[in-house]
């Protein structure tokens, strides 16, 4: 999911807004070459960003694999990578404080009629965009890495079953067997447990990338059916669907 996907969201969703450019009746050439040189170069943040974002996900996933699939791995990298988009979003401040204010005055353009102020909410929308495709791309990096430990389950799943719907344990049945389960009343497949704390992980993070998708209304990526038919897979949906409504304030904390 790139900085043009995230744009797209945000305007679907209404989650963030910000004046479109405008400018007096009589503009002059330069200051709509002024706006054009700003745009290209907001433009190249955003490129920027987009190919940290490309390394960083690959980066953290090397990670994970080289630590043995421990989410942990993510803790260092994911501040680091926060700093390095602020540093993104300091350079278009500073480029606005020593250049591009001066030249919009010089061609015309003002704060009274929202002229400089439309070019100067550019920088906003560039924040806006970032704080959304970093959100974006850390539902993204735990939902890959849940896929990653999902893969491996022969070896972290536990000899006891329980039923794939609520989870209860299912003492004495066969791995797979359709069975009433006696905690929540369904004829259930029984499934083997996941080892403790995985299941704290890998379904929340899935959940949590399946609601994102909806409300944003992004095509989904392939998910274990297994955990997706669960009880606790459906109400972590629900609960972060909830969350990351449109007219939540902030989606994510």
């Known amino acids: 999911m790139g900085l043009a996907d995230v744009s797209r969201a945000r305007g679907k969703t209404n989650r963030h807004s910000a004046p479109l450019a405008t400018f007096p009746?009589?503009?002059?050439?330069?200051?709509?070459?002024?706006?054009?040189?700003?745009?290209a170069y907001l433009g190249s943040l955003r490129r920027h960003a987009a190919d940290l974002f490309t390394r960083a996900h690959?980066?953290?996933?090397?990670?994970?694999?080289?630590?043995?699939?421990?989410?942990?791995?993510?803790?260092?990298?994911?501040?680091?990578?926060?700093?390095?988009?602020l540093g993104l979003q300091a350079r278009a401040e500073d480029a606005w404080q020593t250049s591009v204010e001066?030249?919009?005055?010089?061609?015309?353009?003002?704060?009274e009629d929202g002229s400089l102020e439309s070019e100067h909410a550019k920088i906003l929308r560039l924040g806006l965009d970032l704080d959304l495709a970093l959100e974006a791309?850390?539902?993204?990096?735990?939902?890959?890495?849940?896929?990653?430990?999902?893969?491996?389950?022969e070896?972290?799943?536990?000899?006891?079953?329980?039923?794939?719907?609520?989870?209860?344990?299912?003492p004495g049945e066969m791995h797979g067997a359709k069975v009433p389960c006696s905690a929540c009343l369904n004829t259930t497949c029984a499934q083997r447990s996941l080892a403790p704390g995985l299941r704290?992980?890998?379904?929340?993070?899935?959940?949590?990338e399946a609601a994102w998708e909806k409300v944003h209304r992004f095509a989904p990526r392939p998910r274990p059916q297994a955990?997706?038919?669960?009880?606790?897979?459906?109400?972590?949906?629900?609960?972060?669907?909830?969350?990351?409504?449109?007219?939540?304030?902030r989606s994510a904390q």
């Open 227 to 249: 955990l997706v038919d669960t009880a606790a897979f459906c109400e972590a949906e629900a609960t972060y669907r909830q969350r990351f409504h449109p007219a939540s304030p």
């Open 200 to 208: 704290t992980y890998l379904i929340p993070r899935l959940a949590m």
């Open 155 to 170: 070896d972290l799943a536990s000899p006891e079953v329980c039923c794939a719907h609520c989870g209860a344990p299912l």
């Open 102 to 111: 001066r030249a919009g005055l010089a061609a015309g353009l003002s704060w």
């Open 58 to 85: 690959r980066g953290c996933l090397d990670a994970f694999e080289a630590q043995g699939r421990r989410p942990e791995a993510f803790e260092r990298l994911l501040p680091a990578l926060r700093n390095r988009l």
């Open 137 to 153: 791309f850390e539902i993204r990096l735990h939902a890959d890495a849940a896929r990653r430990l999902w893969e491996c389950l």
């Open 25 to 39: 009746p009589q503009v002059s050439t330069q200051a709509l070459a002024l706006s054009a040189r700003w745009d």
